[in-house]
């Protein structure tokens, strides 16, 4: 079983939808995170989380909002979809409260197109 | 804010054969983490390996090691005895003191039987 899922695995919307992302992470790991991917470029982080009630934004923002409902879930919106945030979303998790173990776990990545 | 650079956007290898992919990265911080992250055509972002900048050793996985020059700010990745399954994009990784991570481009490797 993964321990870091994404629903849905891919979608198709239209320009001025709401859409929502979801990631849930059965790691038990504190910290959670939502990058996009665009092609040609590297990973590029949304927003991210270090526990229930912390939410801190990342490089590109703008456009988006989370959701940190419990430990284990981190949800991403986006309130009016437009064509640029036409990407592959990717959800991550990282365990800061041990030392040795600070790296990120990712799940399989969203592709999400907008019309 | 820190940068990643990956300079090599393709590179291919022969079966069997060892290949390095090169990363630099630009920072002020003495204190941080580096990465290299694997992402074959399911998707997925796979570690392959992590580098702690306090420590002088350099990281070792298996048939993936790494050369870590501080100095330089360079963070190379040796692939050793390629085997056909190690086809995919490989992405290096910076994590900052404050737990932001930065990611290079990608290389994009290609294994040939």
């Known amino acids: 079983d993964a321990d870091v899922t994404q629903t849905p695995r891919n979608r198709i919307t239209k320009t001025g939808k709401r859409i929502m992302l979801e990631c849930s992470q059965t790691k038990g790991h504190d910290r959670m995170y939502w990058y996009r991917q665009d092609p040609g470029l590297g990973l590029q982080l949304i927003y991210y989380?270090?526990?229930?009630?912390?939410?801190n934004k990342g490089e590109i923002s703008d456009g988006y909002s989370v959701s940190r409902q419990a430990q284990a879930k981190f949800s991403l919106s986006l309130e009016s979809a437009i064509p640029n945030q036409t990407a592959l979303y990717f959800c991550?998790?990282?365990?800061?409260?041990?030392?040795?173990?600070?790296?990120?776990?990712f799940g399989p990545g969203t592709r999400l197109t907008v019309l | 804010a820190q940068t990643v650079t990956q300079s090599q956007p393709e590179m291919s290898v022969q079966e069997a054969e060892t290949v390095t992919l090169s990363c630099t990265y630009d920072?002020?911080?003495?204190?941080?983490?580096l990465f290299w992250y694997k992402q074959p055509p399911s998707r997925q972002m796979i570690l392959v390996i992590r580098q702690e900048a306090y420590k002088q050793q350099n990281a070792t996985e298996n048939r993936f090691s790494v050369n870590f020059q501080k100095a330089a700010k360079s963070f190379s990745l040796k692939i050793s005895d390629s085997q056909l399954g190690d086809a995919a994009m490989y992405f290096c990784?910076?994590?900052?003191?404050?737990?932001?991570?930065?990611f290079g481009t990608g290389t994009s490797l290609t294994v040939i039987p």
């Open positions: 991550a998790t990282s365990d800061h409260t041990k030392r040795d173990t600070d790296t990120q776990y």
């Open positions: 989380s270090f526990d229930v009630k912390d939410i």
């Open positions: 990784a910076y994590r900052s003191g404050g737990n932001q991570f930065y």
């Open positions: 920072t002020s911080e003495s204190d941080y983490y």
